[in-house]
């Protein structure tokens, strides 16, 4: 059984990378291609699934993933703007 998520994030230390849920860092990076901007995205979208809590990441009822990886478009909880390039 995946453990919950409220435990996971409470019991994480900025050390321990095995069970960090979001990636440490204070070096913030501009995103001015589509391409880095999917990349980020994916990367988003994916953080559920890898730490055990979804099976797949538009599963994940707080992302935006069901709304982009599915045909058509699935229903979210997440309110979506347009973004434009």
Not at 8 to 30: G, I, N, Y
Not at 37 to 44: A, E, G, M, N, V
Request: glycine share 2%.
């Amino acid at each position: 059984m995946p453990p919950a998520f409220g435990r996971t994030l409470r019991d994480v230390s900025r050390t321990d990378r095995v069970r960090q849920f979001w990636q440490q860092s204070k070096h913030p990076e501009a995103i001015y291609a589509r391409q880095f901007w999917q990349t980020k995205l994916d990367y988003l979208h994916d953080n559920p699934r890898r730490k055990g809590l979804v099976r797949e990441p538009e599963q994940w009822r707080f992302s935006s993933a069901a709304f982009w990886l599915t045909t058509p478009s699935a229903e979210s909880d997440v309110v979506l703007t347009a973004v434009e390039w």
